[in-house]
């Protein structure tokens, strides 16, 4: 049974800096490009970024690109989000997701079959 558990949200000012975890059991961790989304209330799940099996390559969404960036330990069976200068529109639970290997970062849910519960991130302006 997969399971991703996400941690590390919380509640931070404009400008400031979180850093999401995830932990994985229950699959080949390293056989699985890992991604992040995030949905804002009100609004639709969105692709925040993406990481590799092996970590060779990593994809950013446009809105986050040279603020957040993507990391794993294969060895600890997890991946991070680490998130500078945070702005309010930020605000969003983040999910971490797993999908099967491939050489490209995949954006759409669809291809994630498995998702952790969420974790809540408010950034105050």
């Known amino acids: 049974q997969v399971q991703l558990v996400e941690s590390g949200g919380g509640l931070v000012q404009a400008g400031g800096s979180l850093r999401l975890s995830c932990e994985a059991s229950g699959l080949p961790f390293s056989r699985y490009n890992m991604g992040w989304f995030r949905q804002p209330p009100g609004k639709e799940r969105e692709f925040v970024s993406g990481?590799?099996?092996?970590?060779?390559?990593?994809y950013y969404a446009a809105s986050v690109k040279g603020r957040f960036t993507i990391s794993r330990d294969n060895a600890k069976n997890a991946v991070s989000l680490q998130m500078n200068s945070l702005k309010a529109e930020d605000t969003a639970v983040y999910y971490c997701a797993a999908a099967g290997l491939s050489p490209t970062i995949a954006t759409a849910t669809s291809h994630y079959p498995n998702w952790g519960q969420g974790t809540q991130v408010t950034v105050s302006s």
């Open positions: 990481i590799t099996g092996n970590g060779g390559f990593t």
